[in-house]
């Protein structure tokens, strides 16, 4: 087999030049245990770059191996950013609640400024569209909506009073 010195300078290299670092001593291990393994009838002619060239693919494959795995915790945090758990059933039943009291608010609002509020907010028309569809003008739609919102916000904030 290889001496002692050959070793240490298989490690060094290891330690210095690659990802390997702390797994350089396992590395090498690996290797010396695939040159003990190689058949008879396949003897190896040159062992300290069977060794060598062994080494550097075992290194070069647990790098790609800590890429994948750091790449992949890393999309893991991106989908939980984008796609958080769900949240506790408790807070899911309040903001329910929450839900059907801003739409019985909205219920409560005139007629026609809750059409206005719904074409505008909801079905994103904006003022001058809703102007034309309403027939009325864009001054008034902006009248509309500013009661909209003020009577929305006080019940909301009396809303959030109470709970």
């Given amino acids: ?41 396949r003897p190896i002619v040159d062992r300290e ?13 647990l790098g790609r ?3 994948v795995r750091t790449t992949a915790h890393a999309d893991r945090a991106v989908l939980d950013l984008l796609h958080p758990a769900a949240p506790p059933q408790d807070e899911v ?7 059907r009291l801003v739409e019985a608010a909205i219920a409560d609002l005139p007629e026609r400024t809750r059409e206005i ?13 809703a102007a034309a569809a309403f027939g009325i003008s864009s001054s008034a739609v902006e009248k509309a909506m500013a009661r909209a919102v003020a009577k929305l916000t006080m019940k909301v904030n009396r809303i959030d009073r109470e709970a």
């Avoid at 770059?49 to 494959?61: I, V």
């Avoid at 509020?117 to 569209?129: C, E, K």
């Fill in 117 to 129: 509020f719904i074409a505008v907010r909801v079905d994103g028309l904006t003022y001058s569209q």
């Fill in 65 to 67: 191996h800590q890429r």
């Fill in 93 to 99: 039943l309040a903001m329910r609640e929450r839900l």
């Fill in 49 to 61: 770059r069977f060794l060598w060239r062994t080494a550097l693919n075992l290194s070069a494959s």
């Fill in 1 to 41: 087999m290889a001496d002692h010195g050959f070793r240490a300078r298989l490690m060094q290299y290891l330690r210095a030049r690659t990802r390997a670092g702390d797994d350089a001593e396992d590395i090498v291990q690996e290797a010396y245990t695939r040159l003990s393994a190689q058949p008879p009838e």
